[in-house]
């Protein structure tokens, strides 16, 4: 059981996270929210990359900076960001990882061989990281997170720049991996958590939003999800007066959808309320009309 205790993060007078509190077992958590929502502070609080200003985080009930390595040594952990070594094989750059943890040589080989077979890439395992794709060394960074069978998975980002299909390919490892371990996977794309998440936490601007699993969220707005039909034009007027929300192209013509409190007559509620809904309507919100703009809310 991992728990945050009011945990805040300040740089001089900004607040980066503010009063989080949190209780965390098994299972994947997606960490949702939009840049500059305090994810990868969040994050680096937890691997204790930076210092708290204020707050408690328990693992089992101890303080994690009093466990010290101890707690670092059951943390996996993949950065938003791709530092690798271009000259290293893939297993070469596992095993590299798997020393830094302080692993028995040929525990670290058996699990280099193991890990790179599980993330599809055991046929490439000697081929040098710089002739690798962005979705490839994504997949080595999650398998050398998972060197030494870590309790805590902690992924920044870890599809940011990937395309569909490797999008997908990786959620499907993501999943495999997170059996009989707590992952926290922070994005800003739903669709990376909505079908593997078994909660999310949604943030906004350093504070927690919402915490549940996506059932319940969805449940919570809904008979507040509206679309508007009509043409290129008059949606876009709509997407220019509520600032937020989605324009998607269907046989009918242009739709505009909205997640709001309460929207014009002229739009009709749906029932379908998916996770991106919930995303617009706590996360994203709304910006009020401009002064002298028409519209708004009825």
């Given at each position: 059981?991992?728990?945050?205790?009011?945990?805040?993060k300040?740089?001089?007078?900004?607040?980066?996270?503010r009063?989080i509190?949190?209780?965390?077992?098994?299972?994947?958590?997606?960490?949702?929210?939009a840049?500059?929502?305090?994810k990868?502070?969040?994050?680096?609080?937890?691997?204790?990359?930076i210092p708290?200003?204020?707050?408690?985080?328990l693992?089992?009930?101890?303080?994690i900076?009093?466990?010290?390595?101890?707690?670092?040594?059951?943390v996996?952990?993949?950065?938003?960001l791709?530092?690798m070594?271009?000259?290293?094989?893939?297993g070469?750059f596992?095993?590299?990882?798997?020393?830094?943890k302080g692993?028995?040589?040929?525990?670290?080989?058996?699990?280099?061989a193991?890990?790179?077979?599980?993330v599809?890439l055991?046929?490439?395992a000697h081929?040098?990281?710089?002739?690798?794709?962005?979705?490839?060394?994504?997949?080595?960074?999650?398998?050398?997170?998972?060197?030494?069978?870590?309790?805590?998975l902690?992924?920044d980002e870890p599809?940011?720049?990937?395309?569909?299909?490797?999008?997908?390919?990786?959620?499907?490892?993501i999943?495999?991996l997170?059996?009989?371990?707590?992952?926290?996977?922070?994005?800003?794309?739903?669709?990376?958590?909505?079908?593997?998440a078994?909660?999310?936490?949604?943030?906004?601007?350093?504070?927690?939003?919402?915490?549940?699993?996506?059932i319940?969220l969805?449940e919570?707005?809904?008979g507040?999800?509206?679309?508007?039909t009509g043409?290129?034009?008059e949606?876009?007027?709509?997407k220019e007066?509520?600032?937020?929300?989605?324009?998607?192209?269907?046989?009918?013509?242009?739709?505009f959808r909205a997640?709001?409190?309460?929207l014009?007559k002229?739009?009709?509620?749906?029932?379908?309320?998916?996770?991106?809904?919930?995303?617009?309507?706590?996360?994203?919100?709304?910006?009020?009309?401009?002064?002298g703009?028409?519209?708004?809310?009825?």
């Amino acid at each position: 059981m991992l728990e945050i205790k009011h945990l805040t993060k300040k740089y001089g007078d900004f607040t980066a996270l503010r009063d989080i509190n949190l209780s965390l077992d098994k299972g994947v958590y997606g960490i949702l929210g939009a840049n500059g929502a305090g994810k990868s502070t969040f994050l680096n609080l937890i691997t204790d990359n930076i210092p708290r200003t204020e707050g408690e985080i328990l693992y089992d009930g101890k303080e994690i900076l009093s466990m010290g390595a101890a707690f670092r040594k059951k943390v996996g952990y993949t950065p938003q960001l791709q530092g690798m070594y271009e000259d290293f094989s893939a297993g070469q750059f596992l095993r590299y990882v798997g020393a830094l943890k302080g692993m028995k040589h040929r525990r670290c080989k058996e699990q280099t061989a193991e890990l790179l077979a599980l993330v599809g890439l055991g046929g490439v395992a000697h081929k040098r990281l710089g002739s690798f794709s962005g979705g490839m060394r994504q997949r080595v960074l999650l398998a050398a997170a998972m060197l030494d069978d870590p309790e805590i998975l902690i992924l920044d980002e870890p599809t940011a720049g990937l395309d569909p299909e490797e999008r997908i390919r990786l959620r499907n490892h993501i999943a495999e991996l997170a059996k009989n371990r707590t992952v926290l996977l922070a994005t800003h794309v739903v669709s990376d958590i909505e079908c593997i998440a078994e909660k999310v936490i949604l943030m906004k601007k350093g504070e927690l939003l919402r915490f549940g699993s996506p059932i319940e969220l969805m449940e919570e707005i809904q008979g507040k999800v509206c679309e508007f039909t009509g043409t290129f034009e008059e949606v876009s007027h709509w997407k220019e007066i509520f600032g937020k929300g989605q324009i998607m192209r269907r046989r009918a013509g242009f739709v505009f959808r909205a997640a709001e409190e309460e929207l014009p007559k002229e739009f009709i509620p749906v029932d379908d309320v998916t996770l991106e809904d919930v995303y617009l309507f706590y996360a994203e919100g709304r910006e009020e009309p401009k002064a002298g703009e028409e519209g708004g809310t009825a």
